[in-house]
């Protein structure tokens, strides 16, 4: 069997990816909704970057913002440095991708030394201090103002000077394009193999020759490249990099989208990248208890779905192509409603619960809900969002349980295909 | 090249206060199919690690065809042509059968850390990792993970792994532990056929594998070989018959 790199399916996906990229802000062409695509373009970078570590070397860091952190503000400098002229913009990411691997070549000889929980605490420390210098040093760092520029001083290639939005979306979905490319390249290489041999098991791959601790090095270096372009594609953005950049929250939020997405995929954290990023500012937009949904979701991700998004889609391509899907539908089509209705009990009660909280002495009671105006006060609201939410749980649970013995079947019969049904 | 595949001179191990390995002498010429046996917790798996460096010696030296070795590590050793299978059998388990091979020979033919050469364009690799493929007969078995497959599958993997980097000195440790009788049979064909022309040192507790297959065996007993010598010989030893060979038959599954 040959395995092509460019089979003919995977040609059309990465020319699909990169119409859509494309396409997008002439779709959703509204100020907002770029400024979302643009965020959506780093993240991608980002936490395809943090895969390398996470799912391809079996690395679970906490300080991956060091490096995308360092990438911002280093290019955010040369940003300021290049300005009268000179330097294309264009290229200028490149210098965030060389400080992300200057802080991997510097601070990932001392992380990776070791795997697993050393490695994991390592980086958190790494994390700690590097965010506790961006305090320490405000003439590299900008102190609590961060350190700002304006990208249109320069001249861009072919005299594009990224003075709108749309443009800046372009230059960052080029950019993510080339990145990810490139990340998905490297899986395909012997590093790249020897990367999940190590993750698998570093003491057989110190039988076949190699040194797991050189393998995690290199790729740490590598992954602090790619961090780095997203950083400084990030500085470029906003034209303003804060010290929250490289701080412990950006870090968890990275991790988050990768393991939403699915570490175990490539494709996983561009998932959770564009969800996360979509939910961060579209619910982020709407409610002040985002960040509340946002670890209710992560909570039920890891106990249902610990491979993530790419591994529930994963097995539903599987079952579609084995024929097993169909049968399947009924049942989704009756839990999904179901869900629904406890999402709606829970978000009735964590609204209104905010909402007590948000306007406590102001003798204000109202949350507004979906047009709907809700008395936060009164008992018979509350009782009835738990009852909502209630019989929500109830309907799942009926409705889960008549799906899941066919669903199991499904899997059995997908695991065994010659087996007898 | 002939000579000493493998040279010993005073090899002691201990673990804290207790001495695992008391002195160990032990000369293997290259070509040569040797057996290590003793009972349980005599520290044969123990001086395995130490030849391959799992663990470092506490003294003594160890020559591989010829030069110190003592002191480096495992993936410098296996740079130099010695490798080494597991008792346990020790697997990239999330990898295919195909990918587990392929990681084994990467090194082996020049390719190191390379993030330059794209995986599926190279030739070489994709033989010899499907050459080690059809002789474990496993090729059916190509893309399956490794961690799903059966236990003599799994066996059979190890032994694929260990082999197929090309290395000239092969250390086996229990190569059959946990087999029926047929799946030993097929696994004593199996190291017969791969280790052609190699220099070959395995632990095994089958006596009828270690016989059939050694042309030398060392008796270790309690940290310290106390005979090395053709199947016959060892047969014929009494010292080994009183120490060891008396009680091999009351059934020795493990090791220390």
Redo the contacts between chains.
Sequence with gaps: ?????FSRGRILLWLGGLAIAIVLPLVFSKGFAVSLLCQMGIMVVFALSYNMLLGQTGLLSFGHAVYYGLGAFVTMHALNMVGKGGFPITLLPLAGGAAGMAAGILLGYVTTKKAGTTFAMISLGIGEMVAACSLMFPGFFGGEGGVSGNRVTGKGLFGISYGSQTEMYYLIAGWAFVCVAAMF??T???????A??V???P?????????PQ??RY?MMV?SGFFAGIAGGLTALNYEIVTAETLNAHTSGVVLLMAFVGGIGFFYGPIIGAILITIMQIAIGGITKAWLFYFGLFFLFMVLYAPGGIASLLTVQRRLWVARLWWPLLPGYLLVLPAALVSLAGIVALVEMGYGLLEQEGTGEHAVHLVGLSIDAASGAAWAGAAALLAAGLLLVRWTWGRLEVKWNAALSALQNPGGAA | MSGVALRLQGVQKSFGKSAIIRGVDLEVPVGERHAIIGPNGAGKSTLFNLISARFPVSTGRIELKGHDVTGLKPFEINRRGLSRSFQITNLFHNLSVFENLRCAVLWSLGYRYSFWHRLAGLRDVRRQAEQVMEELGLAKRRDTPAGILSYAEQRALEIGITIAGGADVILLDEPTAGMSNTETEDAVALIRRVTEGKTLMMVEHDMGVVFGLADRISVLVYGQIIATGTPAEIRANAEVQEAYLGTAHAGDDGDE
């Design positions: 069997m040959i395995e092509p790199l390249a490297l395909q290489t012997p590093l790249g193999r020897m999940n041999a993750r698998d098991n003491e057989r791959a110190e039988f076949v020759g190699y040194d050189w393998v290199l590598l």
